[in-house]
């Protein structure tokens, strides 16, 4: 059951969020709102026990911020009857929708959700359904990412690949990346989930110092390094192999060029000479 109110900034609570706030996004919602107004009322549930406040954010950080900058009183809400765990499926829900997220902060979410879905219905087990469950309604029967899919809205095979990032990418490298390129980048990302956790915490120390895929996974390429070749001694080598291929004319040409077949004529007839 929803409930449509216009309420005072002042008693809305903004807890830990999944998705930090920023700044320069909330400035550009700011912008909208003072052309054109809220077009989309936040969504907040009711918590008359917390402190601070008598209703705590669900969804629309980001506007509430734009709010605050422009200095508003009140904000026109959506105010839900859910607990916290109902709340945070409801944040993830939206936000999984928003174009501006980036490819980890979507792996993020999906991590949440099936966590938050877990510790509210039981481990999802890997595998078709039977048909006796699905005969049931058991929702966590399903494979993850056709369910999530479904209560989503998006393509399976998008849960498939956030679910394996979320599940297999370690934290200190999910940290390290936020920022870079690679954090909107599904393939790295998946490429670099699937490395060993050791690899992976070295691959996070390079991203401190340095944001270009390629060098960091050049930084941690540990395999044995092939020597570098001499290229004086493939110059010679590839030397040696044309004369014994050429003929005697062409050997006769080559001599010439630099100057060592005059050369050696003029000693041959110095040396017929002193005899």
């Known amino acids: 059951m929803a409930e449509f109110k216009s309420l005072p900034l002042a008693k809305i609570i903004v807890a830990d969020r999944l998705r930090e706030i920023e700044e320069d996004h909330a400035l550009v919602i700011a912008g909208s709102i003072a052309e054109y107004g809220l077009l989309n009322p936040i969504t907040v549930r009711a918590t008359p026990r917390a402190k601070g406040g008598s209703y705590t954010l669900v969804a629309g950080a980001h506007r509430l911020r734009a709010a605050e900058l422009l200095a508003l009183e009140a904000i026109d809400c959506v105010v839900l009857k859910a607990d916290q765990s109902e709340a945070q499926l409801l944040e993830i829900s939206e936000n999984l929708h928003r174009n501006e997220l980036s490819v980890i902060d979507r792996a993020v979410f999906v991590l949440k959700y099936?966590?938050?879905?877990?510790?509210?219905?039981?481990?999802?087990?890997?595998?078709?359904?039977?048909?006796?469950?699905?005969?049931?309604?058991?929702?966590?029967?399903?494979?993850?990412?056709?369910?999530?899919?479904?209560?989503?809205?998006?393509?399976?095979?998008?849960?498939?690949?956030?679910?394996?990032?979320?599940?297999?990418?370690?934290?200190?490298?999910?940290?390290?990346?936020?920022?870079?390129?690679?954090?909107?980048?599904?393939?790295?990302?998946?490429?670099?989930?699937?490395?060993?956790?050791?690899?992976?915490?070295?691959?996070?120390?390079?991203?401190?110092?340095?944001?270009?895929?390629?060098?960091?996974?050049?930084?941690?390429?540990?395999?044995?390094?092939?020597?570098?070749?001499?290229?004086?001694?493939?110059?010679?080598?590839?030397?040696?192999?044309?004369?014994?291929?050429?003929?005697?004319?062409?050997?006769?040409?080559?001599?010439?060029?630099?100057?060592?077949?005059?050369?050696?004529?003029?000693?041959?007839?110095?040396?017929?000479?002193?005899?």
């Open 114 to 275: 099936r966590e938050l879905w877990e510790a509210r219905n039981g481990k999802i087990e890997v595998g078709r359904p039977t048909a006796e469950k699905l005969g049931q309604g058991v929702p966590n029967s399903l494979p993850f990412s056709e369910y999530t899919a479904k209560r989503l809205g998006l393509h399976p095979k998008t849960i498939k690949r956030l679910n394996q990032i979320s599940q297999h990418l370690h934290a200190d490298l999910r940290t390290a990346v936020r920022g870079t390129a690679v954090a909107d980048n599904q393939s790295a990302l998946l490429k670099l989930a699937k490395m060993e956790p050791a690899k992976q915490k070295q691959a996070a120390q390079a991203f401190e110092q340095e944001p270009d895929l390629r060098q960091v996974l050049a930084a941690i390429d540990d395999r044995p390094k092939p020597k570098r070749p001499d290229l004086q001694t493939q110059a010679f080598g590839a030397l040696v192999a044309a004369w014994d291929q050429a003929s005697e004319l062409t050997k006769a040409r080559f001599l010439d060029h630099i100057g060592i077949r005059n050369a050696v004529v003029n000693e041959a007839s110095m040396q017929e000479a002193a005899e």
